[in-house]
């Protein structure tokens, strides 16, 4: 069963957490729960320590690998982040959906049966993407530009899109009112051809009349 930690994220307010724990080589990870917002980014650091027994010093290993997974809740836990990082990294996440996100890590050491003692640094960082204080972090610093600058694209890419769609309505409607004028000179035409096939015809009938050919 899953050791948990529920996290309450305000949706208006950038909130930052450290924390550190404690996991088992292989074993079943440690989750915690987010409630975000649709387009809310989240990001984290980890590092993470073994004990060396023979020194009962924490360690690192760079053989170690943190598996992170993102699920869904509210949509039947669909996972939506799945990666194995290294014991020393950051990872960003922009939620697609708002509701209740489930964030698990599990460390990965060699050898499946493995039972190693680590322990694992980490600070969340939740909150709108262009006001995410990354506590002087250069990636994830870089990271938060790269995602105002898509955010940026994003918001150029709809106006053009809304440009789009105006434009394309004034086209439809000037079609719209070509049509109709042209529909209106068609009847027009037909009722001026109808009144002079009429009056040709009467005017033939009273000529053969006057020359008594009928």
């Known amino acids: 069963m899953y050791v948990a930690a529920v996290l309450s994220i ?3 307010f950038m909130r930052a957490t450290a924390m550190h724990f404690y996991l088992g080589g292989n074993e079943e990870p ?5 409630d975000l917002r649709k387009d809310m980014m989240f990001a984290a ?9 023979s020194s009962n010093n924490w360690v690192r290993d760079d053989s170690l690998a943190i598996e992170v997974t993102i699920d869904e809740l509210f949509d039947n836990n ?23 996100h489930r964030v698990c890590y599990r460390a990965l050491v060699d ?6 003692t680590i ?9 709108e993407s262009d006001i995410i204080d990354t506590r002087g972090n250069a990636k994830v610093d870089h990271l938060t530009e790269r995602i105002a600058d898509l955010n940026r694209k994003l918001i150029f890419f709809r106006r053009e899109q809304t440009l789009m769609r105006e434009r ?3 086209f439809r409607d000037q079609s719209e009112a070509t049509n109709a004028r042209v529909a ?5 035409q037909l009722v001026v051809l109808a009144a002079t096939c009429a009056w040709q015809i009467s005017h033939l009938r009273g000529f053969f009349t006057k020359q008594k050919l009928v």
């Open 45 to 53: 650091t980890h590092s993470a320590w073994e004990l060396e027994k």
């Open 30 to 34: 440690r989750c915690f729960y987010f």
């Open 168 to 170: 394309e309505a004034a």
């Open 111 to 116: 050898g499946w049966w493995a039972k190693e």
């Open 78 to 100: 669909h996972r939506v982040f799945n990666q194995k990082l290294a014991p020393f990294g950051d990872y960003q996440f922009v939620s697609q959906e708002g509701g209740e």
């Open 184 to 188: 209106r000179m068609t009847i027009l």
């Open 10 to 12: 305000a949706a208006l």
């Open 119 to 127: 322990k694992l640094e980490v600070d969340f960082v939740v909150g």
